[in-house]
């Protein structure tokens, strides 16, 4: 089976996408087409590993030591950075299900899933058109993770968007290889997020599959910007099996786990609900729970969920 062909002018077919989008500005716009077009030099200065971030960061300094910064008035307008701009915890199967859906889908997602303000549709246009990229944020650092391409862009026409403008970062793959994608990094113990962003026309646009010494959006939620949602799930443990031989605890990527009297100690604050220890527990002392107080978990029509 032959790769997709990539869509004509993508460009054009995000403006058009952009005009159906009710409230997307033309500063949003441009804000997508630097998004999309200059992702790595986006990622690296948001992340302060850039050049240019590094010194913007010394000149600030030196600015403020001439000019002393006055308090600042806290304004709540609830349109913070991750409400425009954050993930969704995946269990490997539910990512697996967003990379083998076949037809076009349109799912608006309430608050208790998609815990934001801005940029909850998971709107699927060419779901076959998946694209492998070079993962921004691990390609920032020295020694990055590797292998580096494994953030899954999927459909249109964010997919033809990235070949275009990465054309040595990319490449396209079939839906199978993007579950085995998905498979290999869950061994790895990497964790699968659905990305949101507003100014990518306010929906799911990519599956990115995170460390948490590598990727941005951790680092930022570990910092106190809450840009990732849990799945909806809690790990749960088995006491009766547990031997509180600490596997799980060196592969959660969220610090959730420590051993206590020779048993796993689950924080439910820091928990994502990502599955990662359960995949790696082989005497299978975890499970997932569902867990409503963490949300909702992210689920696809029942007649498409069993592709």
């Known amino acids: 089976m032959k790769n997709p062909a990539p869509i004509k002018s993508p460009t054009r077919a995000f403006i058009a996408e952009s005009r159906k989008v009710p409230g997307y500005t033309f500063f949003t716009l441009v804000h997508g087409l630097v998004y999309g077009y200059f992702t790595y030099l986006y990622i690296g200065v948001g992340k302060g590993e850039h050049p240019i971030a590094r010194a913007g960061s010394r000149v ?87 292998p580096v391409d494994v953030c899954l862009i999927v459909g249109e026409p964010f997919a033809s968007m990235v070949m275009e403008s990465h054309p040595s970062r990319s490449k396209w793959i079939m839906p199978e290889r993007a579950r085995e994608i998905l498979e290999e990094e869950e061994q790895r113990g990497h964790v699968h997020h659905a990305f949101f962003k507003d100014a990518m026309l306010g929906r799911f646009y990519a599956i990115c599959n995170c460390c948490s010494c590598c990727c941005g959006a951790m680092q930022a939620h570990n910092n106190g910007t809450p840009m990732l949602a849990s799945s909806g799930y809690l790990s749960r443990v088995e006491e009766e099996n547990c031997l509180g031989c600490g596997t799980c605890v060196e592969y959660c990527q969220f610090d959730a786990m420590t051993i206590v009297d020779n048993l796993i100690s689950i924080d439910e604050s820091k928990c994502m609900g990502c599955g990662v220890c359960v995949s790696h527990c082989v005497n299978e002392a975890l499970r997932l729970e569902l867990a409503p107080w963490k949300g909702e978990p992210m689920t696809l029509p029942v007649e498409m969920a069993n592709l």
């Open 60 to 146: 600030m300094k030196s600015w403020r030591r001439v000019f002393p910064a006055r308090p600042k008035v806290q304004v709540r307008d609830g349109n913070g950075f991750a409400d425009t701009y954050h993930g969704k915890a995946l269990p490997l199967e539910v990512a697996k299900q967003l990379v083998s859906i076949k037809q076009d889908l349109k799912i608006s997602y309430p608050e208790q899933v998609i815990p934001y303000t801005m940029a909850r549709d998971l709107i699927l246009h060419d779901p076959d058109h998946i694209v492998a990229l070079d993962c921004p944020c691990r390609v920032s650092k020295e020694n990055p993770c590797q």
